[in-house]
């Protein structure tokens, strides 16, 4: 990683280590704002350069205002209940929001979040109480280069939420590094991640083809208009080698919260993606 910032907040303020201070503060990747959320009071917005990450509820961990985030935790728990002694691997950490709802929902589970900026991973400790090691580890580094040093089977569930502006980093999206996250799951295990999509699909569609290309059981979890193609939105993309997304309390659960979402599988995921090209490391010379 880059060097370290000092303490300081850019506004001039002492850093705390006794919880949340709004202000913006200097990371390795640029900066991170915290600012309260303006409708509740025990709430907080996190914003890496400028772009909204995070948002955190102090007081209900299982509380997710991003709709994705929801999707995703309703699929994990339509697939495993609380009781299980999950293994998971957060690519991308951000706040880590989701990997502290999971902490509330199995306290069994293990848990680590690869995160790229080391200086944001300090500063959300800090700020937000989170479980300590071994029950959630935040390891600062490359995510694809932190998965290919796993060994075989270690995880139960990868979740991939990494971005680079509004795009997740080609690396990270390709056949060979789907690859490597399938050699990390174990059996029954699952590799979920967060697609940015363009109203064209374009790029959901390609994700689509090589997450189907990897694994023998697929599903998509959007909101009707994203996958219409009326609007750009988060495109959730599963694959497993056992079936997914196939629960009937899923479809239900998922018409509830800020935005209904409908759930495909398998066989409307390959149709969607039929025509798209597998992504490559290295481009396919014709």
Avoid at 100 to 120: I, K, N, S, T
Wanted: with cysteine; hydrophobic share 40%.
């Amino acid at each position: 990683m880059g060097r370290q910032r000092g303490g300081r907040r850019n506004d001039g303020g002492p850093e705390r280590s006794d919880g949340p201070v709004a202000g913006v503060y200097e990371i390795d990747t640029g900066t991170c704002e915290l600012e309260p959320d303006p409708f509740d009071q025990q709430s907080w917005i996190v914003r890496i350069n400028g772009e909204p990450s995070s948002h955190i509820d102090l007081t209900d961990p299982r509380a997710l205002a991003f709709d994705y985030m929801r999707w995703i935790a309703e699929l994990v728990r339509s697939q495993w209940d609380p009781s299980s002694r999950l293994r998971f691997l957060h690519l991308g950490g951000g706040a880590c929001t989701l990997a502290r709802a999971f902490a509330a929902e199995y306290p069994q589970a293990r848990q680590v979040v690869v995160e790229l900026d080391g200086r944001l991973a300090v500063l959300v400790r800090d700020w937000f109480d989170l479980p300590r090691a071994p029950l959630l580890r935040v390891r600062v580094g490359e995510a694809r280069a932190v998965t290919e040093a796993l060994t075989e089977d270690s995880r139960d569930i990868v979740v991939r939420d990494v971005f680079a502006g509004n795009e997740t980093p080609h690396p990270l999206t390709t056949l060979e590094f789907t690859r490597h996250v399938r050699h990390v799951l174990a059996p029954g295990g699952l590799y979920v991640v967060n697609c940015g999509g363009a109203a064209d699909l374009r790029g959901a569609r390609a994700e689509a083809a090589t997450i189907g290309a990897v694994f023998e059981h697929t599903a998509i979890i959007a909101d009707p208009a994203m996958l219409k193609g009326r609007r750009d939105g988060n495109v959730v993309i599963a694959g497993s080698d056992a079936p997914v997304g196939t629960s009937s309390a899923l479809a239900s659960r998922l018409l509830g919260g800020g935005a209904q979402a409908h759930v495909w599988q398998d066989a409307q995921v390959r149709r969607f993606a039929e025509a798209a090209t597998v992504l490559r490391d290295v481009p396919v010379v014709q």
